[in-house]
């Protein structure tokens, strides 16, 4: 007598045979989605779409089976494809919470085809958890120390990425903060800010004249009607600036005013950011050519009491002022736009009001200083040019703050550690 099928495997059958509805199987028993993705490959109804859905659970069983049976999931960048060499990227991960599961199972898809940099923040006490299927180096505070030794320059909260960046041998750097998982497109798809990060770095920058049609080198654009055909050859990208949906990056007063603010709007852009213009960089989502402009990322600021959040920290708004100042000087370009990741809450804004009010009145003094600063001709490299700019800090702003002389000695202490790590 022929056994009847369960009202489980009624259930699964069905499930394949509509799983073109579903927008979301993370809430299934492992089990289950294990038994479902076997049942989609027997039926042959295995499509992108679908596997970009067993992939999103993050769940190990259905991600080892998926690599055992090296069933290759295609990402497809916005713009025109380049060929992206895994060996000239590594992924910078700043530790700030010692559980790392959830947070690199999210990224598996894109993070694990790169080498990644996990540095610790010195001060965290637990040990990492991090899951299999990366491949990884991870650095501590004794690692720091044995590299550094005693330095001015200090790698504690998200100033640890810093030290990722000091000891990375490749070309590109990309660095995403460990409170952000991958965001989605309008259409639905994982956006994937490796490749985006590295086909804006490829691609030239147009910094000298504005194209009103964004980055003409995107897929669909081009030069607008009146741009100078001198130009358009552009210069080398060595700075890109990725954005985040859900929390916008305000500074805490804003913060505190509008608790409920989030950024929901998807921009489907990018642009070069015009020669002598400032922008605010954030260490979140960011990329650049570690060759072209690595020194002139500083970990200098030290805000006196700051705390370990965002919204308490200006070290990387002075490091971004410092790189794109020397970028102008280099004729290097700097792009703001694609790509998105998706960014969870952290910290208290009121509390960190307390701790970032003084970095909110210096800014007043340091936009105009780096609107000012000009390079001589024989500074031709980035540490040359970071050197010269801690001399002009000591001059100009030491006398504002004694932080200011204490950021132009972490500059020149950079650049020694920069020169010294490189050379061993």
């Keep these: 007598m022929r056994t009847p099928p369960t009202l489980l495997s009624l259930t699964i059958d069905s499930a394949v045979i509509n799983l073109s509805d579903f927008s979301d199987l993370s809430v299934i028993p492992d089990h289950i989605l294990l038994d479902l993705f076997l049942r989609i490959l027997r039926a042959g109804k295995l499509t992108e779409k679908v596997l970009r859905l067993f992939i999103a659970t993050g769940k190990d069983e259905v991600l080892s089976l998926v690599q055992a049976l090296n069933i290759q999931h295609i990402l497809t960048p916005v713009l025109p494809t380049i060929t992206i060499n895994e060996n000239e990227v590594d992924i910078v991960i700043g530790a700030l919470h010692s559980d790392l599961?959830?947070?690199?199972?999210?990224?598996?898809?894109?993070?694990?085809?790169?080498?990644?940099i996990i540095v610790k923040d010195p001060d965290l006490k637990e040990e990492l958890q991090i899951p299999a299927g990366f491949s990884a180096d991870v650095y501590t505070k004794s690692d720091i120390e044995r590299v550094v030794g005693s330095s001015a320059v200090l790698f504690s909260g998200y100033s640890c990425r810093y030290f990722g960046f000091l000891v990375s041998r490749k070309k590109y750097v990309v660095c995403v903060d460990d409170d952000c998982?991958?965001?989605?497109?309008?259409a639905g798809n994982m956006v994937d800010p490796v490749a985006q990060h590295v086909v804006n770095l490829k691609t030239p920058a147009t910094p000298f004249f504005f194209n009103t049609l964004y980055d003409p080198f995107c897929k669909g654009a081009d030069f607008v009607r009146g741009y100078p055909f001198s130009l358009r050859t552009g210069v080398d990208c060595a700075l890109s600036c990725g954005l985040w949906l859900n929390l916008a990056d305000l500074d805490a007063p804003t913060q505190a005013l509008k608790p409920k603010e989030r950024n929901t709007r998807y921009v489907d852009a990018v642009l070069t950011v015009p020669v002598r213009s400032m922008l605010p960089v954030s260490g979140i989502n960011i990329a650049f050519n570690r060759e072209a402009i690595g020194p002139a990322l500083v970990p200098a600021l030290k805000l006196a009491g700051e705390g370990k959040f965002r919204w308490e920290t200006v070290e990387d708004i002075w490091s971004g002022m410092c790189v794109k100042v020397i970028c102008d000087h280099l004729s290097l370009g700097v792009k703001s736009g694609l790509p998105y990741v998706w960014r969870t809450e952290r910290g208290n804004a009121i509390e960190s009001l307390k701790k970032e009010w003084e970095g909110v009145k210096l800014m007043e003094e340091v936009v105009p200083f780096f609107q000012s600063?000009?390079?001589?001709?024989?500074?031709?490299?980035?540490?040359?040019?970071?050197?010269?700019?801690?001399?002009?800090?000591k001059e100009k702003l030491g006398k504002v703050d004694p932080m200011f002389s204490r950021a132009a000695e972490a500059m020149e202490e950079w650049v020694k550690l920069w020169k010294s790590v490189g050379s061993s």
């Design 101 to 116: 599961k959830s947070f690199l199972n999210e990224w598996k898809p894109i993070f694990s085809r790169f080498h990644l």
């Design 181 to 186: 998982v991958p965001a989605k497109d309008t």
């Design 373 to 393: 600063v000009r390079f001589s001709q024989s500074a031709t490299t980035a540490e040359a040019c970071v050197l010269e700019m801690a001399k002009t800090v």
